[in-house]
């Protein structure tokens, strides 16, 4: 009976033992498997972190870039921003120590339509609705970059929405939006009534379309959110084709437009009358018009993607440059 009590308690202590060993191992499973979760995004966070300094890094290059422009053109009778400087060529792909690659790149944000030129209410003269240069410049190009092409009037429709999304006022243009149009939308969301402050505030507007973001975003901007000129020596061919007379709504030709570019490239504009004086104008009025252009920039866009290991992040840099200071207004992964 003592021997059977014996083989009783062994077999019982053994089974504890087999019992603790169990929990032990699923212990010790469980703990690696945090720790491996730990210890990858511990890597992760590193990484990122690595890769944010990048692109911190090659934005005070772009500052630095900017200020030797203007350090540069300070020695000019006639300083100008064009495509010729250095800060806008394009650049090759930088690559890091660690086998990743970085790019980037600088563009004049006054070679863009500024959106925030819309806010103001167009006026009606003998019944004859009239609108500011600024807003006949939008609607010009909005002809000019669809496809099929918007007529006038879908374009004016489109140039009095943003115009509402962004003036102060609750009161809807004759062809705009305001709160109670967004109000009816699934879901319902409210006009934003203020400048904007992002380009991308663009696909929540009526007569948006997905296409028509796409074919805008490379051509407009919200920088300065107080509009200022647009620099004729850094605009894209489309918005050679807004610079129509005071008062047609109608575009420059495609032919016109590259007669223009040519002109630039290959003889460059001294300054805004000498742009103007090409035959292209003759006969035109372009007084107001004439108003709204410039040759030179103080705000930049720039762009940074990296590329290490097996991330990838992009930054988005909006620069302001005053004299021979360059400092960043805002910062952002996806664009400005």
Same mark, same amino acid.
């Given at each position: 009976?003592? !021997?059977?009590?014996?083989?009783?308690?062994?077999?019982?202590?053994?089974?504890?033992?087999?019992?603790?060993?169990t929990v032990c191992a699923a212990l010790l499973v469980a703990?690696?498997?945090? *720790?491996?979760?730990? *210890? !990858?995004?511990?890597?992760?966070?590193?990484?990122?972190?690595?890769?944010?300094?990048?692109?911190?890094?090659?934005?005070?290059?772009?500052?630095?870039? %900017?200020?030797?422009?203007?350090?540069?053109?300070s020695t000019l009778e006639q300083p100008r921003d064009d495509?010729?400087?250095?800060?806008?060529?394009?650049?090759?792909? *930088?690559?890091?120590?660690?086998?990743?690659?970085?790019?980037?790149?600088?563009?004049?944000?006054?070679?863009?339509?500024?959106?925030?030129?819309?806010?103001?209410?167009?006026?009606?003269?003998?019944?004859?609705?009239?609108?500011?240069?600024?807003?006949?410049?939008?609607?010009?190009?909005?002809?000019?970059?669809?496809?099929p092409p918007l007529s006038v009037s879908q374009a004016i429709?489109?140039?009095?929405?943003?115009?509402?999304?962004?003036?102060?006022?609750?009161?809807?243009?004759?062809?705009?939006?305001?709160?109670?149009?967004?109000?009816? !939308?699934?879901?319902? *969301?409210?006009?934003?009534?203020?400048?904007?402050?992002?380009?991308?505030?663009?696909?929540?507007?009526?007569?948006?379309?997905?296409?028509?973001?796409? !074919?805008?975003?490379?051509?407009?901007?919200?920088?300065?959110?107080?509009?200022?000129?647009?620099?004729?020596?850094?605009?894209?061919?489309?918005?050679?084709?807004?610079?129509?007379?005071?008062?047609?709504?109608?575009?420059?030709?495609?032919?016109?437009?590259?007669?223009?570019?040519?002109?630039?490239?290959?003889?460059?504009?001294?300054?805004?009358?000498?742009?103007?004086?090409?035959?292209?104008?003759?006969?035109?009025?372009?007084?107001?018009?004439?108003?709204?252009?410039?040759?030179?920039?103080?705000?930049?866009?720039?762009?940074?993607?990296?590329? %290490?290991?097996?991330?990838?992040?992009?930054?988005?840099?909006?620069?302001?440059?005053?004299?021979?200071?360059?400092?960043?207004?805002?910062?952002?992964?996806?664009?400005?």
């Open positions: 009976m003592t !021997q059977s009590k014996s083989n009783t308690q062994s077999g019982a202590a053994l089974i504890l033992a087999m019992l603790i060993f703990t690696q498997k945090f *720790y491996s979760i730990f *210890y !990858q995004k511990t890597a992760n966070a590193i990484i990122r972190e690595q890769a944010y300094e990048y692109l911190l890094g090659a934005e005070e290059l772009a500052a630095l870039a %900017l200020m030797l422009d203007a350090r540069k053109d495509l010729r400087e250095f800060w806008a060529q394009a650049t090759m792909p *930088y690559t890091l120590d660690e086998g990743g690659v970085l790019f980037g790149s600088i563009e004049d944000l006054s070679g863009r339509f500024n959106l925030n030129h819309l806010a103001h209410n167009s006026i009606s003269q003998a019944g004859v609705k009239k609108f500011s240069s600024p807003q006949e410049q939008f609607i010009r190009l909005l002809q000019c970059v669809t496809s429709e489109v140039t009095e929405a943003i115009g509402d999304w962004i003036d102060a006022d609750d009161e809807p243009r004759s062809s705009g939006a305001e709160d109670m149009w967004y109000g009816g !939308q699934q879901p319902p *969301y409210r006009a934003a009534n203020r400048s904007m402050a992002s380009v991308s505030e663009l696909r929540l507007v009526r007569h948006i379309t997905p296409q028509l973001y796409e !074919q805008l975003l490379p051509l407009v901007t919200v920088w300065p959110r107080k509009p200022g000129l647009i620099n004729i020596h850094t605009i894209a061919q489309p918005l050679f084709r807004t610079f129509n007379g005071d008062g047609n709504l109608d575009p420059l030709s495609e032919e016109d437009a590259r007669v223009l570019i040519t002109e630039r490239r290959d003889v460059g504009f001294n300054d805004v009358d000498s742009m103007l004086e090409n035959p292209i104008f003759h006969g035109k009025s372009v007084s107001e018009l004439k108003s709204f252009l410039g040759t030179s920039t103080k705000y930049f866009r720039f762009s940074a993607n990296v590329e %290490l290991q097996s991330l990838e992040m992009d930054m988005y840099s909006i620069l302001e440059r005053s004299g021979q200071r360059v400092g960043t207004l805002s910062r952002a992964s996806i664009p400005l």
